[in-house]
């Protein structure tokens, strides 16, 4: 079946570059994406990337997407204490843009000053 | 401006007492979604629904849980008898599907503790 598997936890010194990896099941999704969750708020989407796409740049984020070993990743430029947050991958299943969406786990992102 | 609004907030109640949930999608969306999330399991689908007809409800325990769409400003997850293990932060959110874009529009949740 469909499944999403993320890192649980990343810690980062502010500045550093932060790099957010996900791996999916569903060769067939066409549509990859990345939300966020600040503490006591619900998710909010970053990014998303097209399947037919390898890379796509976003002011501070970089998605890459590696279709042959179905792994998608979030990397944030010159992380910031504002950037610490729970991310989210997420693929939409089998019926293309109009089926559920399927989470992974989340990965807590700490940056230290 | 438009936002997903779920109520109540902060839901404390007792085993065995029936629990409702509410949520007003974003005017003009036509999918609306209900999550779990819990430190254990993560984000968890429960149900969503078209066009206020359900699509999927395969995530939900049917014994206890119904969700339904009344009208299409109101989605209701309803929980009874409530017991300790559905304590978790419950999520509304909403699409537009013409928009082709895959984004949903999450509510702030609802965190229900069952004691």
């Known amino acids: 079946g469909e499944d999403v598997e993320q890192s649980l936890f990343l810690s980062v010194r502010e500045g550093d570059s932060s790099v957010i990896n996900c791996t999916y099941t569903d060769s067939s999704s066409t549509y990859l994406y990345w939300y966020k969750q600040e503490p006591g708020a619900g998710l909010q989407l970053l990014t998303y990337?097209?399947?037919?796409?390898d890379m796509k740049q976003d002011q501070r984020l970089t998605v890459l997407l590696n279709k042959k070993d179905k792994h998608l990743s979030l990397r944030i430029a010159d992380t910031q204490t504002g950037d610490s947050a729970i991310y989210f991958c997420a693929e939409r299943g089998r019926a293309g843009n109009t089926g559920k969406l399927i989470f992974g786990q989340g990965t807590t992102l700490q940056v230290k000053p | 401006d438009a936002r997903v609004t779920q109520t109540p907030r902060h839901k404390v109640t007792e085993m065995g007492q029936e629990v409702t949930m509410r949520c007003q999608p974003i005017?003009?969306?036509?999918?609306v979604f209900w999550y779990r999330q819990t430190m254990m399991q993560g984000l968890e689908l429960l149900a969503y629904?078209?066009?206020?007809?359900?699509?999927?409800d395969s995530g939900m325990p049917k014994d206890r849980f119904s969700a339904e769409m009344p009208d299409a400003t109101l989605a209701t997850l309803k929980i009874q008898p409530s017991e300790p293990r559905d304590s978790a932060v419950y999520f509304c959110?909403?699409?537009?599907?013409?928009?082709?874009?895959?984004?949903?529009?999450f509510g702030e949740g609802s965190r229900l503790t069952v004691l």
């Open positions: 005017l003009g969306h036509n999918t």
């Open positions: 629904f078209r066009n206020r007809a359900p699509l999927d």
């Open positions: 990337i097209f399947s037919n796409m």
């Open positions: 959110a909403s699409e537009k599907l013409e928009a082709n874009t895959g984004e949903l529009f």
